[in-house]
C-alpha cells in the first residue's frame, strides 16, 4: 500500500476531529443518561447509559481504526464502513427508544398517581 497524497484542505485532519467530537458528544450524553438513572432510579435508563459507554468505547476504536485508513491510498467506502454506520444508527436508536420508553413509563406513573 502506499501512503495517500497529502491533501491541501486538510479533507483527513478535519475528518478525524470530527470522529473524535462524536466520540466526545456520547460520551458526554452517555454520563447525563447515567446520571439521569441514577436519580431516577429506573433499570430502563440505567441500560441505555451502559450502552451508550460501551457505543462509547467501540466508537473510539472505529475511528483509530479509519484514521490508519486515511493515511494509506486505500478504499474508504467498503462493506466495513457501511456495517459501521448502520451499527451506529442501530445504538443510537436503541438508546433513545430506552430513554423515551423510561420517560413514558415515569408519565404514566406521574398520571396514576
Not at 2 to 12: A, I, N, V, W
Not at 73 to 87: G, M, P, Q, S
Request: proline content about 1%.
Amino acid at each position: 500500500m502506499k501512503p495517500r497524497e497529502r491533501d491541501s484542505g486538510l479533507q483527513t485532519q478535519r475528518t478525524t476531529l470530527s470522529w473524535f467530537r462524536t466520540v466526545f458528544v456520547v460520551l458526554i450524553n452517555a454520563l447525563l443518561v447515567l446520571k439521569l438513572s441514577y436519580n431516577q432510579e429506573h433499570s430502563y435508563i440505567f441500560i441505555s447509559g451502559i450502552s451508550l459507554i460501551s457505543f462509547t468505547i467501540s466508537l473510539y476504536i472505529l475511528s483509530l481504526t479509519r484514521n490508519q485508513q486515511f493515511a494509506f491510498d486505500v478504499e474508504l467506502t467498503t462493506k466495513n464502513a457501511i456495517w459501521t454506520k448502520r451499527y451506529i444508527s442501530l445504538m443510537v436508536g436503541l438508546c433513545a427508544l430506552l430513554v423515551s420508553l423510561s420517560s413514558a413509563i415515569s408519565l404514566y406513573n406521574l398520571l396514576l398517581t
